[in-house]
């Protein structure tokens, strides 16, 4: 598996540091926050946009993929959430990342069909523009969509190959969700894997991986005797916490971390 971190630990810092940081610490890859509070977010021209790939490549890094807050499943009108997709997976096709994130966001008195079919129909639409680009759209377990049987019920209903899934390992948790029963729903359609560290349901303040209550060891060793071969990611939500302790200190230490686990289960 290769590892990555997301530029949610260290917001607003410049994409040459963030490349630095990520080689440094021996990351595969960096999952880019797509915000326009952020260096990197879908108002950027096409020089930035090729000064931005230019960076990645030159530092041997990989753009993994854009972390962005389409709400696929919001109540309203689908062309907003749609031109929203749509400019995130322009903007991946020009910086070589061959996913990018949306969430489910269905609303809290929404019926869970209509939520459900909300979702599909508008990851169904996007995907036909997302596969003429090569670029993969994933829904994240999260908020009204937190586990992955939450999750399965949406891709079933699209059953398109460019729509797919981003587990975030502690939604699925605070689901009461297993790994085991997580990786089975997700797996004919998971990009790729979120892991973090928090210290309980109540208190979901970032820590370093390894120092919390969330089942990583039990999440690697699922993903690993699936013979899974695809990429963890650390999201880290410094942005979130300004309590939490700065992510580049803990870089390397949860490189190492997740090197164990993945040595462990091998």
Request: glycine content about 10%; charged content about 20%.
């Amino acid at each position: 598996m290769k590892l990555a971190f997301s530029t949610l630990g260290v917001p607003g810092l410049p994409v040459a540091d963030v490349v630095r940081l990520a080689a440094a610490h021996g990351y595969h890859g960096v999952e880019l926050r797509a915000h326009p509070e952020e260096p990197v977010h879908p108002g950027l021209g096409s020089a930035q946009r090729n000064d931005v790939a230019a960076e990645f490549k030159a530092g041997g890094v990989e753009i993994l993929g854009l972390a962005g807050y389409a709400r696929v499943a919001a109540p309203g009108d689908d062309a907003a959430v749609l031109a929203e997709i749509r400019e995130l997976v322009d903007l991946a096709r020009d910086l070589g990342a061959p996913f990018v994130r949306v969430f489910p966001g269905g609303g809290p008195d929404q019926p869970r069909e209509e939520a459900d079919a909300t979702a599909a129909r508008r990851l169904a639409t996007a995907a036909e523009h997302a596969a003429d680009l090569g670029v993969r759209i994933l829904l994240e377990t999260h908020d009204s969509h937190r586990t992955g049987a939450d999750a399965i019920r949406v891709l079933g209903l699209v059953g398109h190959r460019q729509v797919g899934a981003l587990w975030d390992v502690m939604h699925t948790w605070l689901g009461g969700e297993q790994p085991s029963d997580t990786y089975a729903a997700l797996s004919p359609y998971l990009g790729y894997v979120q892991v973090k560290d928090i210290a309980s349901a109540d208190d979901t303040t970032p820590l370093p991986l390894g120092s919390g209550v969330l089942p990583l060891a039990e999440c690697v060793e699922v993903l690993s005797r699936n013979g899974w071969d695809g990429w963890l990611c650390w999201e880290y939500e410094k942005r979130w916490y300004e309590q939490a302790a700065p992510l580049p200190d803990l870089l390397g230490p949860g490189r190492d971390h997740l090197a164990r686990l993945l040595n462990d289960s091998a």
